[in-house]
């Protein structure tokens, strides 16, 4: 019988930190002036240290951190169509990234240069469905 690693805790090297892999729960839709669109499955923004190589000066476990995951896009091509003899192309971009497996669980093992900002105070709120509401200008006759 073989036996496999069960992996309870990791301690990163230098300047690695691990997060949380934190993804949303369903698709997200803001059709407002920023016309935010997130899909199920997407990792979310912000994510909770976890752990810190010994070279990490300013993030350290338990912060809320907001991730930029540029480093990991790669552009993918889907199959395009062929119309007039042009081939029209789909680029879109995906991310990939370094993952460790603690205790069943997947974690992001980034960089600590891949942290944009450490949110020093925040407050949790549910998220109200926005929609973007446009008043009619009344016309006076």
Known sequence: MEKIINIKSIKPMFTQVVTTMDKYEEDISDNGILDIKRKK???????????????????????????????????????????????????????????????????????????????SDYIMEEQKKSNLIINKPKIIV
């Open 41 to 119: 499955g997407d990792v979310k923004e912000f994510q909770k240290v976890v752990a810190v190589g010994d070279s990490v000066r300013t993030v350290k476990v338990g912060d809320l951190v907001k991730i930029n995951p540029t480093r990991y896009g790669r552009t993918k091509h889907r199959e395009g169509t062929l119309k007039d003899g042009i081939i029209s192309d789909n680029p879109i971009v995906a991310f990939y990234f370094n993952t460790v497996e603690m205790d069943h669980k997947l974690y992001l093992l980034l960089q600590d240069n891949d942290i944009d900002y450490i949110v």
